[in-house]
DNA sequence: CGCGTTTGACCGGCGC
DNA sequence: GCGCCGGTCAAACGCG
């Protein structure tokens, strides 16, 4: 795809670079670090919090910040927790969280930017019934290498972004995988990527690397390679300071199984597939 | 010729 | 009930 060509993207994966995990079925896999962009420009003090994004997944946050390191924009795996305090653990173990939200009823609703779910919050729109991930790229190319194969049924022009989004669903047979791309309409340098449904087979391509849990990288390393603890906004009951969270593997450990669970439960759910 | 993209038409849900 | 809107369909088209 076109990503594979080279063209800078900066995603939010840039921190990880993965081993050998296997594929995940819920996300897209990482794309190559080297295809990652290494000079980011630096960002206006104003910008991080326009940065942030809500978007969800049946009922489990979804959440990621910009990671300081990353020169403010978009530079860690996707992550989910199921409270902003898990996500607050993440945080503290090193992983470089984008934003925090939820979507857990469904009604596409998000109070920045980004498009709704389904036929959305805005102009309606029902829950969605399958699992659902959105996140955020800033990439020159919109389509991004996930190591699955898309075939594009649509396209259309939306009330809420002068940018065209494309339709895309999994070529695979009996995958009912489907895909959502637009511009961000208040960053045209952002892709927002939507995601709904479990992919039912591995990844194929070069790119079909995991993101799945992985270490930060030593500190210091590259300038991409750099994380740096974010701490998300938190309630004031919020537990757990984040030195206290426990240690990388362990969260990694559970926050891989919190993906799975939640995947299997996804699956099962649709098994009208 | 096969496969993927394009694009206008159509459909269904939601708000008014 | 009607109109708006997002999502999908499917025929036409382009490319390798």
Not at 104 to 128: I, L, Q, V
Not at 203 to 222: H, I, K, M, N
Request: net charge negative.
């Amino acid at each position: 795809m076109a990503a594979s060509l080279g063209l800078a993207h900066e995603t939010s994966y840039a921190a990880y670079h993965p081993p050998s995990a296997p594929a995940s079925s819920y996300f897209p896999p990482l794309p190559p670090p080297d295809l990652l962009v290494a000079d980011l420009p630096p960002p206006a003090a104003a910008t991080m919090a326009d940065d942030y994004f809500q978007f969800g997944f049946d009922g489990q946050e979804m959440v990621g910040a910009p990671a300081p390191a990353c020169g403010g924009y978009d530079c860690s795996a996707p992550v989910f927790a199921n409270s902003s305090s898990d996500a607050a653990a993440a945080v503290g173990n090193g992983m470089s969280l984008l934003s925090y939200g939820v979507d857990g009823d469904g009604d596409g609703r998000r109070p920045m930017s980004g498009p709704p779910y389904g036929t959305g919050g805005n102009g309606g729109g029902r829950p969605p019934s399958s699992s659902r991930i959105g996140f955020r790229t800033r990439s020159e190319v919109d389509v991004l290498d996930d190591g699955f194969k898309w075939r594009k049924y649509g396209k259309k022009t939306v009330k809420s972004s002068p940018n065209p989004r494309n339709y895309y669903r999994c070529s695979a047979e009996g995958c009912g995988v489907k895909k959502r791309v637009e511009r961000d309409s208040d960053d045209p340098r952002y892709v927002v990527t939507t995601y709904d449904g479990v992919h039912n087979h591995a990844a194929l391509g070069p790119g079909a690397a995991s993101y799945l849990c992985q270490p930060p990288p030593p500190r210091g390393a590259t300038a991409t390679a750099t994380v740096t603890p974010f701490s998300p906004p938190r309630s004031a009951s919020a537990p757990a300071p984040l030195a206290a969270a426990p240690s990388w593997s362990a969260a990694c450990d559970a926050w891989e199984a919190q993906l799975h669970a939640a995947a299997a439960a996804a699956h099962s759910s649709e098994s009208s597939y």
